[in-house]
């Protein structure tokens, strides 16, 4: 019977060794010691008995025992109280991390509130693309635009409001959206009963937790209304008593500069064929491409009459970017704009004429001969700019 014990008592010194070992993922060197210890102990009572002739065999073998159970009793007692230093550690880090969470909670209800909030606050509208771009959340700025119950459609459902003549524009650029061009902009018509209204729509592309998102902003783009729409750009711009103004500054500070007026000439058109907010559509989009390439500052983009528009160019390297582009008839001038589905080239008529820091004709003399410029383009069927007193 002492011997089955013992042998059982070697084997579960073994087993506590191995599982504490895997158990706490740390090898205990003196642990490894008394197993080592152990079985030399254990191989040289059992098979070689004779080497230890100092001790007569029966008492040999109840030391051994004595030994072994010493031995164990010392492994389970440390094998306990690592038990119950690993459980009172857990229960400090669960508290801790109790704290850490109800803290994480705070903030996090504080952020969805600040969020919400700050939806209700925005004019324009919040649309939230699904992961795979299939689903779509709305809020309820949007929803009023379309007259919808649920914030939640598909893009095929919104596509269903969208004009036929946009929808293609506006799936491309979906698809080109991504983390090289994280940024959209997109201009299409909604309907509304049996209309269609123009809106913008801004997004963005975010990552979380490896994968990619699309959030945007939509708002209405009603003509009647400034500056809360794009058309502002227009609106805003200064008139021909700004124009006068500015030449007369320019003047006393004995400048040289070039004055073009500009007539958009196939708007009429554009309006006739597409309605008039289309055509204020592409003026918008026209004075932000001739603002960006010859008229960066202040008070050097003037409207005249609804289609007609003067700018001043002090730049000489930027006069001559105009003067290759009139010559060249490339699209510096020749913009092509494409709103929602509608793509046109918006060409201009063109006269310009130079005023030298020793001018001296009257400033409405002066205006009035860079309106006979353009008035020459116009009549120009070979060339579509005149300029006088400057090449």
Do not use: C
């Not at 070992?21 to 197993?35: A, G, P, Q, S």
């Not at 009139?326 to 918006?346: K, P």
């Amino acid at each position: 019977m002492n011997d089955y014990l013992f042998y059982v008592s070697i084997g579960i010194i073994i087993f506590l060794f191995l599982f504490s070992t895997i158990l706490y993922k740390k090898l205990r060197v003196w642990k490894l010691v008394l197993l080592i210890l152990t079985i030399v102990i254990v191989i040289l009572v059992e098979f070689f008995p004779v080497l230890i002739s100092f001790v007569n065999e029966s008492q040999l073998k109840e030391y051994t025992h004595y030994l072994i159970y010493l031995i164990l009793i010392v492994l389970a007692i440390s094998f306990k109280n690592k038990i119950k230093i690993t459980q009172n550690l857990t229960d400090y880090d669960f508290f801790e991390l109790e704290k850490e969470l109800k803290n994480t909670k705070k903030t996090s209800e504080l952020l969805r509130k600040r969020f919400i909030y700050t939806i209700g606050l925005l004019n324009e509208g919040l649309i939230f693309y699904d992961e795979d771009l299939n689903g779509l959340f709305l809020t309820d700025e949007v929803l009023n635009i379309i007259n919808l119950k649920k914030p939640q459609i598909s893009i095929e459902e919104y596509l269903n409001y969208m004009h036929v003549e946009d929808r293609g524009a506006y799936s491309q650029a979906l698809k080109k959206v991504s983390k090289k061009i994280p940024e959209f902009f997109q201009k299409y018509r909604l309907q509304i009963g049996n209309t269609y209204t123009w809106v913008e729509e801004k997004g963005k592309m975010f990552s979380h937790d490896n994968k990619d998102y699309l959030i945007s902003t939509i708002k209405k783009l009603d003509i009647k209304l400034f500056p809360e729409t794009s058309i502002q750009i227009v609106d805003s711009l200064p008139n021909e008593d700004d124009l006068t103004n500015q030449i007369s500054l320019l003047r006393k500070e004995k400048k040289s500069f070039y004055l073009a007026m500009m007539h958009l000439t196939n708007i009429p058109d554009i309006n006739k064929r597409f309605g008039r907010d289309v055509g204020n559509l592409m003026i918008a989009e026209y004075i932000k491409q001739m603002r960006f390439h010859f008229a960066r500052e202040n008070n050097t983009i003037f409207r005249i009459t609804g289609i007609q528009f003067a700018v001043i160019i002090e730049d000489e390297q930027r006069y001559a970017n105009l003067h290759r582009a009139l010559i060249s008839g490339g699209d510096l001038i020749n913009v092509r704009i494409n709103i929602g589905g509608i793509v046109q080239i918006v060409y201009p008529n063109i006269g310009i004429i130079k005023n030298d820091p020793w001018e001296n004709a009257d400033i409405s003399e002066f205006i009035s001969l860079s309106n006979k410029a353009l008035e020459e383009a116009i009549r120009n069927n070979k060339q579509n700019y005149s300029i006088f007193g400057g090449q």
